[in-house]
DNA sequence: CGTCCAGGTCTAC
DNA sequence: GGTAGACCTGGACGC
């Protein structure tokens, strides 16, 4: 059960927006049962049927692909310290397209810190703002397909199969493994390999359909759920 | 102090 | 289509 509390009396509207969010943040409208069904006998993931695998979005796409640009290319400390910045940019919350396409490109570069980053960034909001760009035409009740969604993600500056395969599956697009500099030594660890190409991962996976990337994702966080 | 690299991507061959 | 080199930043490390 998902409880939320408000400090007042919510008007229709915006408890229509906040369940609207609610759903998109915790992936409410993601059918994992054929993936759990999948899983049944399998030993490594057949725990994840207690109800793992919706991986907490943002309210936004647009959040989410701007924080994923945040974390590519650098240590996890940088990635906090950039987020940190943009929130305090917009009040306590994250700035929406409009505020971020009219923020100067020296506060990305002396505040925010995002160094080559920035401009991606700004360019991303500006055409949201513009129109040019619908990133939350991407979410899957839209219709795109996956081949289609992952094509518009690799157009962003900024973003490479790495993060688009991050942002998707944020999304509730589940095909594609997130691979990076900490996925692949979590995974010769795990798996007690001593090396495996990117290939040779994919192959190991690929037997779980459009859900690899989500049973390679659940491989890796195991432990996380454990101490939960 | 210089070099390397962290939850990669872009450009130019 | 595949692969070097460059790229902001800052923390870790060797000298």
């Known amino acids: 059960m998902l409880q939320i509390a408000a400090d007042r009396r919510l008007r229709a509207r915006d408890e229509r927006d906040v369940r609207a969010i609610a759903t998109r943040m915790f992936r409410l409208g993601d059918n994992l049962a054929p993936f759990y069904t999948m899983i049944e006998n399998d030993p490594d993931l057949q725990w994840a049927r207690a109800g793992a695998g919706r991986m907490l979005a943002s309210p936004t796409v647009f959040e989410d692909v701007i924080r994923t640009i945040c974390t590519t290319n650098c240590a996890w400390s940088a990635t906090t310290r950039m987020i940190t910045a943009l929130v305090q940019l917009g009040g306590g919350a994250f700035p929406n397209p409009s505020l ?95 090396r495996a190409s990117d290939t040779t991962i994919r192959r190991r996976f690929a037997r779980y359909g459009r859900f690899a990337g989500l049973a390679f994702w659940l491989y890796l966080t195991r432990r996380w759920h454990e101490e939960a």
């Open 100 to 194: 971020l396409a009219r923020t100067k490109d020296a506060w990305f570069a002396d505040v925010a810190r995002m160094g080559y980053r920035g401009p991606y960034v700004r360019a991303i909001a500006a055409d949201v703002v513009n129109g040019k760009l619908d990133l939350e035409a991407l979410l899957p009740e839209h219709g795109l397909g996956e081949d289609e969604v992952e094509e518009r993600l690799l157009a962003l500056p900024g973003v490479g199969p790495y993060a688009a395969a991050h942002i998707m599956q944020l999304l509730g697009f589940h095909h594609r493994l997130i691979l990076d500099s900490w996925t692949r030594p979590t995974f010769l660890k795990l798996s007690k390999m001593k």
